[in-house]
């Protein structure tokens, strides 16, 4: 086998990774949003942040492989030159359609109604670390 080969295979089992992660990721999401339409209660509130615990990992994972597919994609476009290139342009443009597809659902959880204001501030605080931190720390 040659190197070309093995950066080809590498670099699809890592786009493949990816794109599982974000697939899962927006089930999650849409399961949440299907259970809890509204934060109504202390359940549904601790469920949301049992939800961005759940994201925000996936998010540190999904960096983590991205960083890895990133290398390779360096590598297989240095074997293989604009083959490689087409691949990698290929495969971008599908895991970024797919991040973009879970965005809205992302979206809509992060801006769900709350019962009472005590609830809403807490609700805003984790739904505020979702986008702006890179470890829960709620």
Known sequence: ?????????AVLLTSAIIAVLSLWGRHDVSRFL???????????LEAFKDLV????????V?????LIFVVLCMFLTMQLLLTG???????????FLLGRSGKKLETKARNLAC????RKVEYDKVAAAWTGKVFPDF
Request: proline share 2%.
């Open 85 to 95: 290139l087409l691949i990698i342009i290929a495969l971008g443009v599908v895991l």
């Open 34 to 44: 299907q259970q809890h339409p509204a934060i109504e209660s202390d359940s549904s």
């Open 53 to 60: 615990r759940r994201q925000m990992w996936v998010a540190v």
């Open 62 to 66: 999904t960096m983590a492989v991205g």
């Open 115 to 118: 019962a009472d204001e005590r």
């Open 1 to 9: 086998m040659s190197l070309a080969f093995i950066a080809v295979i």
